[in-house]
């Protein structure tokens, strides 16, 4: 456990040494009293796509979030690059930022800029770079997701899924590190899930990155992760690779892999017996 | 029947209690802002580009309001002076009207509800579609390079909107009055100039504007960024903005008037 | 999307156009040019009765605008008002001018108006007017009237 005085030089912080981009380590997390995520402990390994699956607001997205520093743990420790994330200041935690990427749901895209000028944010705004060579490097990006074309079209004028691949070639600008994804796949077609699957896979190993995934598209993320992490209720319940994952025998990861109507996530909401129910509006 | 009134009662204390722990995080917003104004500064063309969102884009309106004021301040002045025989007096009734009240307050008023809640939808609905957390993750501080730049693009609008829609309003006076009615131009302008005084009246006035300026921009940005990221939240926080904005310029026109025009 | 230049020429128009605006309220609205510039020489006139003169009234001679009222003070000693105005250089007047307070018509401003005497020396900057007339005030003429008229109707039997 870091003891560190907040404030310090990040020199003073002490440095954990680990093949581990990211480390999580017994983190805990309630909006004001409604927990979120209780102790939580897993490591995201270099060079490695690592999914983070479970259902809709089991904390996947606060997780994230968390990582990025968006959010301050109430008990715990999230470590990024060996660094304590939690106890940095505003401006170390915009340094590091610099080292991550990351996709938002739907996009994000600046709906005021043209594509161009999404893609060219980061190097406007963090680098002296001239005119033309930031230029060239934006439609370098934008040629590894196939939308050099669409260089100046508005985000408004396009698809859900080319606006997803201008996004992710924003996320890349510079080159990042670690790579985070908010649920990549919801709400695509059949096509653009496939590409944007092999992009991840692609990108990843292109740039010698680490990228998280967080989903609960099971299909397409089998395909091309290394390892998973399955959350409930706030804590992880499965781990495994995919294969392992695939043959697991615990119920919910069953239920969740096999598409299951009826298990450990209940088809019906808690409710009154049924037969009580239809009888309390009988005629007298 | 006791238990009900105590219910109102705790109510309307829960309400209170939340409107000031909100003016507590506005003002705390608004120190951030200004701390975070270098960016807006530095990087003139960000501001200059709210200037022309907030300020040319609202000319129109002020413009022509501007120009209906002052017809209307002509007739009706006309109507009441020429009772008492004063009809040359018309020149100074529009003119003192206009710069020392009505300018900076209708196109405050005008500015709240054109540009303000154009503010306010447009950082709300980027607080919505995650763009504000994206440029957080991107490490651009976004007060810094969407709110701050808006403020002072609302602020520096503002001052000129309000000239502007006196010097319109003055001119459609003259137009009724002079043009329309026959009022003698001469007297028009003669009287005006002994009567409306530079410091008094029109820096007043502009003083007025700019506080004005401050508070509606100020509640327009607040209300876009504390807005619920979804489409209920936005458009409650637009009507709040426009409501808000329009109380604050009547409640500080009563102070500053009280303040600057006391026993003249 | 508006382009970078038609922007910045829009932004220009506006910011020009408003200016002109603050030029013109100023101008041809208010009384700035008329008469804050130049050299002034300040002159003193006591009066008993200063009537609603006020800071920044005009200070007339012949019916022409020759100054301003730059201060109105009240002397514990003499229980007089004491009135400083800022008189034009170029305009010199008598030794023995006198100032009375008049109203500009009927229901106007009160201003200072000068009647020049027929004194060789000039005022020089300090000097204080000795031959003053107070404003008049309503209650006192009223009073006056209504005393004449008393004193007249026993005269009238």
Not at chain 2, 119 to 136: N, Y
Not at chain 3, 21 to 38: E, Q, R
Request: charged content about 20%; proline content about 4%; aromatic content about 8%.
């Amino acid at each position: 456990m870091s003891s560190t005085i907040r404030g310090f030089a990040s020199f003073a912080r002490p440095r954990v040494p680990s093949e581990n981009v990211v480390e999580v380590d017994n983190v805990s997390f309630a909006y004001d009293a409604r927990p979120v995520l209780s102790g939580i402990s897993l490591v995201i390994p270099r060079a490695r796509v690592i999914a983070i699956m479970g259902g809709s607001g089991c904390g996947k997205t606060t997780l994230l979030r968390l990582i990025g520093g968006a959010l301050r743990p109430t008990s715990g420790e999230v470590r990024v690059f060996g660094e304590a994330v939690s106890d940095m200041s505003q401006d170390e935690l915009y340094v590091l930022r610099r080292r991550m990427g990351m996709l938002f749901q739907f996009g994000a895209l600046f709906t005021d800029m043209s594509t161009f000028d999404n893609v060219a944010f980061q190097m406007r705004e963090h680098t002296t770079l001239p005119e033309p060579l930031i230029r060239d490097l934006v439609m370098m990006k934008l040629h590894a997701v196939g939308l050099r074309g669409a260089a100046h079209l508005m985000p408004s004028e396009l698809s859900g899924g080319m606006a997803r691949r201008v996004a992710l070639a924003r996320a890349i600008a510079l080159d990042p590190s670690l790579m985070m994804y908010d649920e990549p796949f919801a709400g695509l077609d059949p096509i653009s899930l496939s590409v944007i699957g092999q992009l991840i896979r692609r990108l990843n190993d292109a740039l010698g990155a680490t990228s998280i995934v967080v989903t609960h598209d099971v299909m397409e993320s089998l395909k091309i992760v290394d390892y998973i992490y399955f959350i409930s209720d706030g804590r992880i319940i499965a781990r495994g690779t995919p294969d392992e994952i695939r043959a697991s025998s615990m119920p919910f990861v069953h239920q969740f892999v096999h598409g299951e109507m009826d298990g450990p996530v209940a088809f019906h909401y808690p409710a009154r017996d049924y037969r009580d129910d239809l009888l309390a509006g009988a005629v007298q | 029947m006791i238990v009900k009134l105590g219910a109102v009662v705790s109510d309307v204390g829960a309400r209170v209690v939340n409107r000031v722990w909100r003016l507590g995080f506005a003002s705390r917003f608004f120190w951030t802002m200004l701390g975070h104004s270098g960016t807006a500064l530095r990087r003139f063309p960000l501001t200059l580009r709210e200037i022309y969102f907030a300020g040319v884009l609202s000319l129109i309106i002020i413009l022509v309001s501007g120009l209906f004021v002052g017809m209307v301040l002509g007739l009706q002045g006309y109507d009441t002076l020429a009772r008492y025989g004063s009809a040359e007096a018309l020149g100074v009734l529009v003119a003192l009207s206009l710069v020392r009240e009505l300018g900076p307050v209708v196109a405050a008023l005008l500015f709240a509800s054109r540009a303000g809640s154009a503010i306010t939808a447009e950082i709300g609905l980027m607080k919505a579609t995650e763009q504000l957390d994206a440029m957080e993750m991107m490490a651009v501080d976004p007060v810094a390079r969407v709110v701050a730049p808006r403020f002072w693009g609302g602020v520096l609008s503002m001052p000129l909107l309000a000239a502007l829609f006196s010097a319109m309003g003055i001119f459609g006076g003259y137009l009724v009055g002079v043009v329309l009615i026959g009022v003698d131009a001469g007297s028009f302008w003669s009287q005006m100039q002994s009567a409306v005084d530079f410091r008094e009246d029109v820096v007043n006035g502009v003083i007025k504007s700019v506080v004005f300026g401050v508070a509606v921009t100020w509640i327009a940005v607040f209300e876009g960024y504390d807005a619920p990221p979804t489409a209920e939240g936005v458009s409650g926080a637009t009507t709040r903005t426009v409501v808000t904005a329009s109380l604050a310029v009547l409640a500080l026109d009563f102070v500053l008037t009280a303040l600057m025009f006391r026993g003249t | 999307m508006m382009t970078r230049k038609s922007l910045d020429f829009w932004v220009g128009v506006f910011v020009l156009m408003g200016i002109a605006a603050l030029l013109f309220l100023s101008l041809k609205v208010a009384n700035l040019s008329s008469f804050s510039n130049g050299a002034t020489y300040p002159i003193s006139a006591r009066f008993d009765n200063i009537g609603g003169l006020k800071v920044r009234g005009a200070v007339k001679s012949a019916g022409v605008v020759v100054g301003r009222v730059t201060a109105i003070d009240f002397d514990n000693q003499s229980f007089e008002a004491r009135v400083t105005m800022a008189l034009d250089d170029r305009f010199r007047f008598p030794k023995d001018t006198a100032a009375k307070i008049l109203t500009s018509g009927l229901l106007g401003d009160q201003y200072v108006g000068l009647a020049p005497g027929g004194d060789t020396a000039n005022l020089q900057a300090g000097d204080t007017l000795t031959i003053t007339q107070s404003a008049v005030v309503l209650e006192n003429l009223i009073g006056q009237f209504l005393y004449s008229k008393a004193a007249e109707a026993p005269g009238k039997k």
